[in-house]
């Protein structure tokens, strides 16, 4: 599969897909006007990745700042199917939130009490 | 490929279906709505937690916006600072030609004063003094340009313009009030003990300046700049203590509604020919009719009547009845 790579824009995130190394990273803010438009291929691109026969691990990372209620309803989507994946090989989940933003961290700690199959780690970060 | 933005929806389709064809629902078709429910449930009080704290954070920022841009207004003209937040304004550097009436005023002897007071006690002065010429300022209409210690130098026609008759007019008007107010002032001060009187030289002029962004790409100042700004200057330091001196240009636009006196020409540098200055005296009677004002000065009398400005009629009515009964 081809990498994917959407830089971010004011209203969207960051978006790096590296398929081969089953690296996969969500930065910065997401209010699309059109969440579902946004990321559909996103979604579609990652349920297809789900559907190949490897079993090395892959690692989501997800730095986000701040996103809306659509986009958060995309995002319990996504980990529904990254959970989904997780029943046949490892998964990684990265959620990283600035050490100051408890909203970000309280959202981490929400979305990791839906995931069964996958390792779920929180992590902080300072502005240093 | 399943879209899974409408997984939701498949679901509630299949149930609909399976409702109408009337067929026994069986437990596991329960159990799918169930855990879907269930679902959904979660989703929902998620997006609600997540659109309250979206709301607090959002109210939170806009509280500390209000506060800075109060704070922040207070170092601009309103006028200007309101062109700056409709957008009517933009923040580069751009001037434009344009006639303007601008005011000067100066505290006589203010260097003597800020050798005597204390410098908190000077502060307190200035604000004072400052605070309430500002005031009348803003309710003409006039563009606070800057103070320089105790100088004042504002404009009229820019941002905002009521035409260049009315500018001029009420450039002058604020002049009047300012005089007027500053009697006020100096009694407050005099009976704090300020032994030197607060007395203002003022100077107005109209003419064509250059307005708008001055400076570099990283610091602005929004102000006015020529001939006619040094004009209005020079006719401040002419001026003597508490009137208005104003140039041949502006007495042009206000002498139907302001009554003045021809006084001496003055030479300006950068002006070629001499300047034919004019004292303001006061409005024209028809005027003060209709702004319900009346004065008199005889010996051993000053009446000044300004309805426009009577809070308590009743007690005007008794001051002069008890002046009266001393008459008696």
Not at chain 2, 109 to 122: C, D, K, N
Not at chain 2, 219 to 247: C, F, M, Q
């Amino acid at each position: 599969m081809d990498n994917l790579d959407i830089s971010a824009t004011e209203t969207t995130p960051e978006i790096k897909f590296d398929f081969s190394n089953h690296h996969f990273l969500f930065g910065g803010e997401s209010y699309p006007e059109h969440s579902d438009e946004f990321y559909r291929p996103i979604l579609e691109s990652i349920q297809q990745y789900s559907q190949n026969d490897s079993n090395e691990p892959a690692t989501f990372v997800f730095k986000l700042t701040y996103f809306n209620s659509s986009s958060a309803r995309v995002l319990m989507k996504l980990f529904e199917l990254i959970d989904e994946m997780g029943e046949n090989r490892e998964i990684n989940i990265e959620w990283h939130y600035h050490e100051e933003d408890d909203t970000m961290e309280e959202f981490g700690e929400d979305f990791s009490d839906d995931i069964e199959n996958a390792n779920f780690k929180l992590m902080s970060y300072s502005d240093d | 490929m399943t879209d899974l933005l409408s997984h939701e929806e498949s679901i509630i389709e299949q149930g609909k279906q399976r409702v109408d064809s009337e067929e026994e629902i069986e437990a596991r078709h329960y159990a799918e709505l169930l855990k879907a429910y269930i679902k959904l449930n979660k989703e929902q009080n998620r997006l609600i937690r997540l659109s309250d704290k979206s709301q607090k954070k959002l109210s939170v920022a806009n509280a500390k916006l209000a506060n800075f841009s109060t704070k922040l207004s207070k170092y601009f003209s309103p006028e200007v600072y309101n062109s700056l937040f409709t957008g009517e304004l933009d923040v580069k550097v751009q001037t434009q030609r344009k006639l303007l009436t601008i005011f000067f005023s100066d505290l006589e002897g203010f260097t003597e004063l800020t050798e005597r007071l204390e410098p908190e006690v000077l502060t307190e002065l200035l604000t004072h003094y400052l605070t309430e010429m500002s005031k009348i300022a803003l309710r003409w209409g006039g563009t606070i340009d800057k103070y320089i210690g105790d100088a004042i130098m504002i404009f009229f026609g820019d941002p905002a313009s009521k035409g260049e008759k009315a500018d001029a007019v009420n450039c002058v008007r604020m002049a009047m009030e300012m005089v007027d107010q500053l009697a006020e002032v100096r009694a407050i001060w005099k009976d704090k003990g300020l032994a030197l009187p607060l007395n203002a030289r003022m100077g107005i002029h109209t003419g064509i300046c250059t307005v708008g962004n001055f400076g570099s790409e990283n610091r602005l100042d929004y102000t006015v700049i020529g001939n006619g700004v040094n004009l209005a200057s020079r006719l401040e330091s002419n001026a003597k203590p508490n009137s208005i001196l104003i140039s041949e240009d502006t007495y042009l636009h206000v002498r139907s509604e302001i009554n003045c006196s021809k006084n001496n020409t003055i030479k300006v540098k950068g002006v070629s020919y001499p300047v034919q200055t004019y004292k303001v005296e006061g409005l024209m009677m028809d005027q003060a009719d209709q702004f319900g004002l009346t004065e008199h000065q005889i010996p051993g009398l000053s009446l000044i009547l300004d309805q426009s400005k009577i809070e308590n009629r009743a007690l005007v009515r008794k001051k002069i009845k008890e002046v009266l009964d001393l008459l008696e």
